[in-house]
């Protein structure tokens, strides 16, 4: 039972090192990041931090407002959700590092590195969901909100990503008044994200891994 809960800490584990690195793509395309990487990403074009150190900086300000909202009822589960924002950070960081000399020269490149991290992030956050053992801040967050409010999950994630999407128009604006990293990549992100997701749960499912939760 212990070596299947390890395999499993190790599957998210994965899954958030593929996360970070299909994010890390997508700020090389200049087409647009994730709604959720969007503001840490033009942020880290302002202040002198990097992108994963401020995607962990707004990863713990997620969990601080999830506290803001639950306070009593803030339990174990919610607290782990700091063991996982270092990890992001870092893995996006890690990904800067390794896609360092990626630069796509036509707009064409941009689509296809675009979708490849599409692809990447997604498989990861399926891998995320089939370990069963953590949840990331936002996700976490999203959930906190739906739960309060009784509303449902997907209805609130997509009020959460568009909120998101503003406040990074608006720093965008503000900061070099024009908009920048939030392009039609980030829509394109927005909508393929779900899709693939869908795809490689029922790619899990059918090689059925039933036994990971025995």
């Known amino acids: 039972m212990k070596i299947k809960l390890i395999l499993r800490y190790i599957i998210f584990l994965i899954g958030i090192f593929m996360m970070g690195l299909g994010i890390s793509m997508t700020a090389k395309t200049g087409l647009g990041t994730t709604p959720i990487s969007s503001v840490p990403l033009l942020l880290s074009r302002i202040f002198p931090l990097s992108f994963g150190t401020m995607a962990f900086l707004l990863s713990l300000v997620f969990i601080i407002i999830e506290w803001l909202i639950l306070r009593e009822d803030f339990t174990k589960e919610h607290y782990a959700q700091i063991i996982v924002t270092p990890f992001f950070g870092y893995f996006i960081d890690l990904g800067m590092l390794i896609f360092k000399n990626l630069k796509p020269?036509?707009?064409l490149d941009n689509i296809i590195v675009?979708?490849?991290?599409?692809?990447?992030?997604?498989?990861?956050?399926?891998?995320?969901?089939i370990a069963r053992v953590l949840i990331n801040s936002a996700e976490g967050l999203v959930k906190v909100m739906a739960d309060k409010t009784r509303c449902k999950f997907g209805n609130i994630k997509i009020l959460f990503d568009s909120s998101l999407i503003l406040i990074a128009l608006v720093i965008s604006l503000l900061a070099f008044r024009k908009v920048k990293d939030v392009r039609e990549g980030t829509i394109i992100v927005a909508i393929a994200l779900g899709s693939l997701t869908k795809v490689f749960l029922k790619f899990f499912d059918w090689l059925g891994i039933d036994w990971l939760y025995e």
């Not at 692809?119 to 995320?128: A, D, P, V």
């Open 105 to 107: 020269e036509t707009y």
């Open 114 to 129: 675009l979708l490849i991290a599409c692809i990447l992030i997604s498989f990861g956050i399926s891998l995320q969901v």
